[in-house]
């Protein structure tokens, strides 16, 4: 029965030891793991928009948007903060975009936003 035991004990440590490099892998660069706060997932709601006008030197974009599903915000047209300030210079008064928005502890930011493709 002591043998039986010993045995029980080192199968058990050896598949243990087996077992431990899988769970120290990184992970990091499966879809979805560790994208940049500007790169939109598949589960990120996206707003349709047009920008009414630019500040490149605050780093916000007045848009006039329909309704923030994930903010549960009606459409309006409002001030945007942009996570990457400098993306404003990328835009102009009536771009149409397809943008992301969240509530940062009381500020809106975008923090995803592309052009819309033209029809």
Request: aromatic fraction near 2%; proline fraction near 4%.
């Amino acid at each position: 029965m002591n043998h039986t035991l010993l045995s029980l004990v080192a199968t058990l440590g050896l598949c243990a030891a087996l077992a431990a490099p899988a769970a120290a892998q990184d992970h990091s660069s499966h879809a979805g793991h560790g994208a940049t706060p500007a790169a939109a997932s598949q589960d990120t709601v996206l707003t349709a928009g047009e920008i009414t006008r630019v500040d490149t030197r605050g780093g916000k974009l007045t848009i006039r948007h329909e309704d923030i599903r994930n903010l549960d915000m009606p459409a309006m047209t409002m001030v945007f903060a942009l996570k990457n300030p400098g993306a404003a210079a990328d835009f102009k008064a009536g771009d149409k975009v397809l943008f992301h928005a969240e509530d940062d502890g009381g500020t809106l930011s975008i923090t995803h936003i592309n052009k819309a493709a033209h029809p």
